[in-house]
């Protein structure tokens, strides 16, 4: 979810994107592929995130992934069901995929843990909340997985063109 921001004069605010990623192995020995979904009010806003997302606005986050991908993330327009509210995040998007999250729980007494992964130099994410995920569902042509039951992080992050 884009709180804020612009991108060549274009207004960016309360768009979402969903972002489908998947290597066959380790990111940095490439062959993966992406996909994203832009849920946007106006062509200009799509044309936009299509930039961004693909890796060619100028922020490492996106020009790394895309290295390492087979082409360049396909962009499509989508609605995206997407509610942000840290580790009980959700989202989906009808006919391709969703995700939950909940918070980690002590095995014990089953109270919440409230963890955190602290990265001060990280170019994705500095600050990450980590939980449990209940559902990491995609189901598309060139990538397809059930990834429910392992760790997943949430996060907020800025980023500008350099």
């Known amino acids: 979810m884009i709180e804020r921001g612009h991108s060549d004069g274009v207004d960016l605010a309360d768009t979402r994107v969903a972002w489908a990623l998947w290597w066959p192995g380790a990111i940095h020995d490439n062959g993966g592929r992406g996909h994203a979904y832009v849920d946007c009010r106006t062509d200009e806003q799509f044309g936009a995130l ?3 997302w693909r890796g060619e606005a100028g922020y490492p986050f996106f020009e790394i992934f895309n290295s390492t991908f087979v082409e ?7 609605s995206i069901d997407a509610t942000a509210d840290g580790v009980r995040s ?3 998007v009808a006919g391709v995929g969703s995700a939950q999250m909940e918070p980690l729980r002590n095995p014990v007494t089953g109270v919440e843990n409230d963890v955190r992964i602290l990265k001060p130099g990280g170019f994705i994410w500095k600050d ?4 449990q995920g209940t559902r990491l569902l995609v189901d598309l042509p060139e990538m397809s997985f059930d ?12 980023w500008a063109a350099s």
Do not use: K, N, W
């Open 147 to 158: 990834l429910a039951g392992r760790h997943a992080v949430v996060a907020s992050f800025e």
């Open 50 to 52: 299509r930039t961004i």
């Open 90 to 92: 959700l989202f989906s």
């Open 72 to 78: 360049p993330t396909d962009v499509d327009r989508a």
């Open 128 to 131: 990450g909340a980590i939980g």
